[in-house]
């Protein structure tokens, strides 16, 4: 089976997708789609991915989206790599939690305050109040090196970007332990490798 290919474009959500991949031995193919020249609305693009978005999987004939859901695949496609806990393990369980947290709970949650909606109902919004987002999150990452067990897992990449994205666009509070928690995850060398390599990327597309 041939290697999966990433499309991907620097600054943008793939960023998590493409740490990932260095997390694996980078064993993915990179395609940049540059979106701020709107190839991800390309015909071509468009029939891989109908929400002409970033980032994209390609592996074999099917098309995985969501940066989480790719996470999810390549960790478990590549297990030698220990990405993920044991499927029906209690820690699987766990893991499964957390990666979904932080695209159907924080992240939500996060562009209702950037955008300054105040949910009228909050508890018919899936996150609820996002103090209680904030809680949760806070009491799960508190007093542990990884969010799930004792070992670095897919769900600590795609939380601690949630988590940095949510920091730095100023949605959530640069507190403790969310700031040591994501500096950890960032300092991996699989992370500075996908931060250099997406630096890299967006120079050869001239952006600054
Ligand atoms: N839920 C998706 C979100 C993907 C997404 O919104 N990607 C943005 C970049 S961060 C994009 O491709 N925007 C270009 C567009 O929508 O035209 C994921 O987590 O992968």
Not at 13 to 37: F, H, K, Q, Y
Not at 39 to 46: C, E, I, N, T, V
Not at 149 to 158: I, K, M, P, R
């Amino acid at each position: 089976m041939s290697n999966p290919i990433l499309f991907h474009c620097p600054q943008t959500r793939g960023g998590t997708t493409r740490w990932m991949n260095e997390e694996l031995g980078a064993p993915c193919a990179i395609e940049i789609v540059d979106i701020r020249s709107g190839a991800q609305k390309d015909p071509g693009f468009l029939a891989r991915n109908p929400m002409g978005k970033v980032p994209a999987l390609l592996d074999g004939d099917v098309i995985v989206t969501e940066s989480a859901a790719i996470c999810a695949h390549l960790a478990d496609r590549y297990p030698d790599a220990g990405l993920a806990p044991p499927v029906g393990s209690a820690e699987r369980g766990a893991y499964y939690r957390w990666m979904f947290f932080a695209p159907s709970v924080l992240e939500p949650m996060m562009l209702d305050r950037l955008t300054g909606v105040e949910r009228e109902n909050p508890g018919s919004a899936g996150h609820g109040r996002p103090e209680d987002v904030i809680s949760a999150a806070l009491a799960a990452v508190d007093g542990r090196d990884f969010i799930v067990g004792g070992a670095f897992t897919a769900a600590d990449l795609v939380l601690a970007s949630a988590l940095r994205f949510a920091m730095m666009f100023g949605a959530i509070e640069k507190e403790e332990p969310f700031v040591s928690y994501v500096a950890r995850m960032g300092d991996r060398p699989a992370a500075k490798r996908a931060a250099e390599k997406d630096a890299a990327a967006a120079a050869e597309l001239g952006w600054t």
